[in-house]
């Protein structure tokens, strides 16, 4: 039976005793590394609060970054803190709500607590088991309004509960809430053929480093005419004709709280290829999160610890220097910090903690270049070696007023890229999905090292283009009408019985896939 743990803040924050379940705060859950106790777990994350960075928000994404079932997950999560996503949803659990006729009519407004899909008020427990298939929150505080003329019911709001907030009076429902829980299997929430395709390809002209330039895109849209394939511009106010496309190509900078998230979002639960899909964008854009697939799947990378505020203090004694310090969200190098002392290193600390309630600190590891591999569907499809801008330590040296500098770009033909750098790459994007990624790696005379996995890899004529040539916006293309055409093709036959499946064999890493 796989082990069932308990995740909170402080220890005080669980006052319930429950046989067979271990309670853990979140601080030591973060420590621990992915090698105590039996795998697979059980995850509950009762954190008080789940926003995006705070430590109850780190505790489910290492959670599935181990390979952990947690409740709430990261998808949850989000569809909690998106407000578009939470409407649609609410939409649907509204229907579920009767007219409560046992409320007075003096009543207006109430707000129910939901315990693991349970709820004091039989007449609620459709709607209350309901809630918790939609939105996986452990504990939820609902808003209820009557509607104009006493004709029914609306949610007026939605928002988790942390255990503090459950009353002594109803630690019976709690404690029955978590024990069905912890019984029951554990699930996710439910979540014309041709050779044209159209394709949009959202972007910010007002970007200052776009994964690819205008100029960039220009040239897809004349392959893509050339191919039969429509390619159309589009910008974050085009989201409500999104699905007038068959596929999105997002060439703008992702993050969770942004709209481009919602585009691939969106895209994805109608069943359009998307690059970026919201699960590479999710996995890719925390540091902290790569850092715990890359280290617990045998990947080689910098020495990474992670630091709280509860742990800065003793902290000095674990430190080599340089150190470099990074908010896990960041991205273009403009959240990572390097510390050459302990003063150094505790301010900059102190600045990111505004931030972020956790910081990756690694080792200094110093190379002219790092190497960029460029990775679609487990195929390299471009290479390229970033140098530090110069007189700087990092490939992007940012300056005021949102000035930057950039070291140069040189294309490597991918069958001269070495293979002890091409292995690691593609087994480190295999780990986040099939969609499109940049993985940068770090040649050293002790071995190569991963630093992170990139969602939306920069890709631009003259640059990452140059050993590749045309060819690669054509392989990009080709891939985007290949998921088009699947999903318009007639599901393959099951095998006869007694039939055997032989596998294709997959390409020579050194095979340049033309």
Known sequence: MPAQLIIVEKSSDFRWSVPGVRVVTAQDFIAEGPSLLQRPRRIVNLC?????LSIGYYASLLAEARGERVTPSMEAITDLQVK????????????????????????????????????????????????????????????LERLEGGGGWKVAALHPLDPRDVDPARDGLFLDGLARFCRRPW?????????????????????????????????MMRIGQDMDIAVELIEKKDYPRLTQFDALFIRETTAIAH?????????????????????SILRCTNKAFLSELLGGNGIATPRT????????????TQLTYPAVL???????????????????????????????????????????FDWRIGILAGEVIFAAKYFMSSGHWQIIQHGEAGAYTEGRTQAVPVQEVPREVI??????????????????????????????????????????????????????????????DARHRPPTPALPSGAIHRPRLVHDLRDTGS
């Open 84 to 143: 578009a996503v939470q409407s649609q949803k609410l939409a649907g659990l509204e229907r579920c709500l009767g007219p409560l006729a046992a409320v007075p009519r003096a009543v207006d407004a109430m707000r129910i607590q939901v315990f693991f899909g349970q709820v004091e008020d039989k007449d609620l427990a459709e709607f209350a088991s309901r809630s918790f298939e939609l939105f996986r929150c452990p504990l939820l505080a609902i808003d």
């Open 305 to 316: 610890l992670f630091l709280t505020r509860r742990t800065l203090a003793g902290f000095e």
């Open 259 to 279: 709209h481009t998230f919602r585009f691939a979002r969106k895209a994805a639960s109608e069943g359009m290829p998307v690059i970026d899909d919201p699960g």
């Open 48 to 52: 008080r609060s789940y926003a995006y």
């Open 423 to 484: 292995e690691p790459a593609v087994r480190a994007a295999g780990l986040i999905g099939t969609g499109l990624y940049g993985v940068d790696l770090k040649q050293t005379k002790s071995g190569v090292v991963v630093i992170e996995v990139n969602d939306n890899p920069n890709i631009d004529l003259g640059l990452e283009d140059a050993a590749a040539g045309e060819g690669l916006y054509r392989k990009l293309l080709s891939h985007f009408q290949a998921l088009v």
């Open 326 to 368: 990074k908010v896990p969200d960041g991205a273009f190098s403009l959240s990572v910090k390097k510390a050459e002392n302990w003063q150094q290193f505790q301010d900059i600390a102190a600045a990111m903690f505004k931030q972020s309630g956790l910081i990756l600190v690694q080792d200094y590891v110093y190379t002219p």
């Open 187 to 219: 699930r996710h929430a439910p979540s014309t053929s041709g050779p044209r395709m159209d394709l949009a390809i959202l972007h910010d002209p007002k970007e200052a480093l776009p994964p690819s330039k205008l100029k960039t895109l220009q040239a």
